[in-house]
Structures are given as structure tokens and as C-alpha cells.
């Protein structure tokens, strides 16, 4: 197999329904053509490949854990993977999702930013006459003063920010972005390295948006509503669109 044939997509022989398929494919990686393209793009010689053993992790930005032992190697690599499925190539996928509380033990975040952020998600209320949505406030709707302060500490912060939402921390952190087409028959696959993804998503400019919500690169930051009008409808979340890849191959 050369390089061109592991540049970019690829087109799937068989579908992938959930993160369970991609962990029997790597399991199975002797006989499976796309585990075997996934480990060349990771740089690894098949023949050189004595055994694959892949888990499913939850709680973490890693979906799955590839442990890959290597002939004449003492030591088991691990390869550290998030799975995004889309069935639709222009819907959005959520990234993260917390209390704005839980966003301030991760960063630096002080009581005016914070403020802020709760007023746009609505665990407080909005302290404006008119607000276009009395539960909440839109970023367009905050004072000039505020959104210059808001859209400052984004910047800033941006590169701790996205390596956090997308890639996260420890021995679980996420080295690679598997993105796949979730349909039963002529599936495509792209598989990143997280640092990539880091770069692509997060660059560009941080700037509100004509619907009042927060933009990081191609990153959108918004309350993540819904949820019939529960409590946990005031969090925040993140979200892209994991397709984007496929147009950058």
C-alpha cells in the first residue's frame, strides 16, 4: 500500500454504526483493509505488528484506546482515539459540554467573565430591559464593554481552550480524530492527528456571531438549550462539524 493510497478519505467496505465497529476492525486488523490503512497512517509497519488489542473508553475526549505491540519492542504502544460518526455532512457535533462553574476550575476565568457567560446561558437572568429571550442573553445583547472583555479573554485563552474541548488532558487525551460516515454502505473514513485538528478547527478569528452566539476559529460556543425545558438546558457547550475534514483532505 503506497502513500497515495492513504492521503486524504478513504471509502469504507462496510458501514460503522458505533464506536463498537471500530473497535472489532482494529481487533480484527489482520484481516480488515481499513484497520490495516489506519495503522500505516500511524505510522507503523504491519509486518513488523504483533498484536492489536482496541477498548472502548467513556468519560474521556479518547472514544478508543488502541494497544499496539510491536516485534523486538518491550514496551505497548498506545494510541489514543476520538470517534466522531455523522450521518449528516453539514450537521454539527457536540465537543463538550459543562457548567460554566465547572469551565472556571478549568481555566482562569474571573467573576466579569463568568458573569457574562452564566447571562448568556441563563443560570443567570438577563439584566437588560428587553432581552430576545427572557431566559437567557444573546452575546450581541451584552454591553460594547462586555463583549470587548469576553471576546479579549477568548483570544487569550483560545489555545487552552480548544486543546482542552477537543483534545483534553492526561493519559486519556486524544491523539487522533477518526471521523467516519455513519451509513450502512459506501462509507468514508478520515483519520487525523489531533494536532492537526487543533489547528484547523481553532484558527481564525474569535468573533460573535449575527444569531448572538461566540465563534472560536470554526468552533461554536452557545448555550446548549433544548432538553424540554430542564435545568441542564443552561450549560455550556461547544460544537463543529466534523465533516469540514473531509473537504481538507
Not at 62 to 81: F, G, H, P, S, W
Not at 116 to 128: F, M, V
Not at 143 to 167: F, G, M, R
Request: charged share 30%.
Amino acid at each position: 500500500m503506497n502513500k497515495e493510497q492513504l492521503k486524504g478519505s478513504q471509502t469504507a467496505r462496510n458501514g460503522f454504526l458505533n464506536e463498537d465497529d471500530i473497535v472489532e476492525k482494529f481487533n480484527a486488523w489482520q484481516i480488515d483493509d481499513d484497520a490495516q490503512k489506519w495503522l500505516l497512517k500511524m505510522e507503523y509497519q504491519l509486518s513488523e505488528i504483533e498484536f492489536v488489542k482496541a477498548i472502548k473508553l467513556s468519560g474521556f475526549k479518547t472514544d478508543v484506546q488502541v494497544q499496539i505491540t510491536v516485534k523486538l519492542k518491550e514496551a505497548i504502544d498506545a494510541q489514543n482515539l476520538q470517534v466522531k460518526l455523522i450521518s449528516n455532512p453539514k450537521g454539527f457535533n457536540q465537543i463538550d459540554k459543562r457548567w460554566v462553574d465547572k469551565y472556571v476550575e478549568m481555566w482562569d476565568i474571573s467573576p466579569i467573565i463568568v458573569s457574562i457567560l452564566k447571562r448568556y446561558t441563563g443560570e443567570i437572568q438577563p439584566n437588560i430591559n428587553t432581552p430576545k429571550d427572557k431566559r437567557r442573553m444573546f452575546a450581541n445583547e451584552f454591553s460594547e464593554n462586555e463583549q470587548a472583555e469576553i471576546l479579549k479573554w477568548l483570544s487569550t485563552n483560545k489555545s487552552l481552550i480548544v486543546s482542552d474541548i477537543l483534545k483534553g488532558r492526561g493519559q486519556f487525551a486524544a491523539e487522533w480524530m477518526l471521523v467516519a460516515q455513519k451509513t450502512k454502505t459506501n462509507s468514508r473514513w478520515i483519520l487525523k492527528p489531533m494536532n492537526f485538528c487543533l489547528n484547523y478547527f481553532g484558527n481564525g478569528a474569535v468573533e460573535i456571531t449575527e444569531r448572538g452566539n461566540f465563534k472560536i476559529g470554526k468552533i461554536t460556543m452557545q448555550r446548549k438549550g433544548g432538553d424540554g425545558g430542564r435545568i441542564t438546558a443552561n450549560m455550556l457547550q461547544f460544537k463543529l462539524n466534523p465533516a469540514e475534514l473531509f473537504e481538507n483532505e
